[in-house]
DNA sequence: CTTAGGG
DNA sequence: CCCTAAG
């Protein structure tokens, strides 16, 4: 397949990149408040490879084959050479910010809203932040930017979790965790979820594209990611020189590969839910009602591009759950309970809450658990 | 597309 | 979280 001077590879805009381009994609956020319907992330419609077309123009690179494709753009993040391509070092100088650069391919993989903590994490002032921290009213700044809690044992707290997933970012070039080789995340898994997410149906192709960018995953921060052990194996063509991925060309891409792939790489980055989150949560339920999951998504998690309507609802349910499990057992755990609480465990408070709306719309979802006498249902419905 | 349920 | 069936 010879794409030479005839149509962008791959949907590649051909239109020059300039770095105002580049870093106004935030911006894109901040205007979306008003469109409520698509709260997809905006650069769930910008292509990886609109991305990639940046780095390779730049270069002067012409792209004529995959390989070289995926070449230029291992290359152009590498540290060591990127002394050597003076139009990607203008650029990254127009930045002005050298550190900035691994980042950006961060947010690309990423939600909006966590390039807008990643920005904030790397600007001195602390003005950004705040205008992000307001704009979802998260208290917590920086929390919801790693997208896994590194909690093996599943007993960290949120403080210990925003302690550590704050400080890597000082330092883009530490490795904080010294993975197994083996067990490193390739961009590929990333840029499969990344892709996965929302309605675009073209992650073949995409999926297809990006694997070549797996050595640079060593270079950069990993702990952005997701360094928690998956529960899916990774499957081991997709680590490695995939012959259909590097040299072949998509036309025989075997389903089954791509059906692998996707089913690896498909499973969103679990996002710890914050207090204020949850908070946000009972006030949508209590503003529109049950069942009224996309409005309180639009209404009340606009700066939230994850936690689409379904995950809100999938939390209220888990709430539902842990309120009921809490009223049964009394203050007798002792330790481990206290342990608990200290961590991500809804505080009481909220959990009255929950059972406050739980009962107020009849959803009595404990009477499973013994409580038969309160079995009149009372519907109640939002006008 | 949105919800509800189950996995 | 993901998937799917229903509306």
């Known amino acids: 397949m010879d794409w030479t001077g005839i149509v962008p590879p791959f949907g590649m805009d051909p239109r020059p990149y300039s770095p105002e381009t580049f870093a106004g994609f935030k911006?894109?956020?901040d205007n979306m408040s008003s469109d409520t319907k698509r709260m997809e992330p905006r650069h769930d419609n910008i292509s990886v490879d609109s991305f990639l077309g940046l780095s390779m123009e730049n270069m002067g690179i012409t792209s004529s084959k995959m390989d070289e494709f995926s070449l230029g753009l291992d290359f152009s993040f590498l540290p060591d050479d990127f002394g050597t391509s003076s139009a990607l070092d203008s650029w990254s100088t127009q930045d002005g910010e050298a550190g900035l650069k691994p980042e950006i391919l961060d947010g690309f993989l990423d939600e909006v809203e966590e390039v807008e903590h990643i920005y904030s994490s790397h600007l001195?002032?602390?003005?950004?932040?705040?205008?992000?921290?307001?704009l979802d009213g998260e208290p917590y700044g920086?929390?919801?930017?790693?997208?896994?809690?590194?909690?093996?044992?599943?007993?960290?707290?949120?403080?210990?979790?925003?302690?550590?997933?704050?400080?890597p970012h000082a330092e883009s070039s530490v490795k904080v965790k010294d993975e197994p080789e083996d067990d490193r995340k390739p961009l590929s898994t990333l840029l499969g979820s990344w892709v996965g997410r929302g309605r675009s149906r073209n992650k073949n192709l995409l999926n297809t594209r990006c694997t070549r960018l797996d050595s640079f995953s060593e270079t950069k921060s990993c702990l952005s990611y997701d360094f928690r052990p998956r529960k899916e194996p990774m499957d081991d063509t997709l680590l490695s020189d995939d012959p259909i991925t590097s040299s072949e060309s998509e036309d025989d891409i075997s389903v089954t590969t791509i059906k692998s792939k996707?089913?690896?790489?498909?499973?969103?980055?679990?996002?710890?839910?914050?207090i204020d989150e949850v908070v946000k949560l009972l006030d949508g339920i209590s503003h529109f009602g049950l069942g009224k999951w996309t409005d309180i998504k639009n209404?009340?998690?606009?700066?939230?591009?994850?936690?689409?309507?379904?995950?809100?609802?999938?939390?209220?349910?888990?709430?539902?759950?842990?309120?009921?499990?809490?009223k049964h057992n009394g203050d007798e755990e002792g330790e481990e309970k206290r342990r608990w609480s200290a961590g991500r465990t809804i505080p009481k408070d909220i959990l009255h809450r929950v059972r406050e709306l739980a009962s107020l719309h009849s959803k009595s979802l404990c009477d499973f658990h013994g409580s038969s006498r309160n079995s009149r249902k009372k519907k109640k419905k939002r006008s």
């Open 142 to 167: 920086l929390m919801n930017f790693s997208s896994e809690s590194y909690s093996p044992s599943g007993s960290i707290g949120l403080s210990e979790w925003s302690k550590e997933t704050a400080v």
């Open 299 to 326: 209404l009340f998690f606009h700066s939230s591009s994850h936690r689409t309507p379904v995950d809100i609802r999938d939390k209220w349910r888990n709430l539902l759950k842990a309120s009921c499990s809490n």
């Open 124 to 134: 001195p002032e602390t003005q950004v932040k705040k205008e992000v921290s307001e």
């Open 27 to 29: 911006c894109h956020t």
């Open 262 to 274: 996707i089913r690896t790489d498909r499973r969103k980055h679990h996002r710890m839910w914050t």
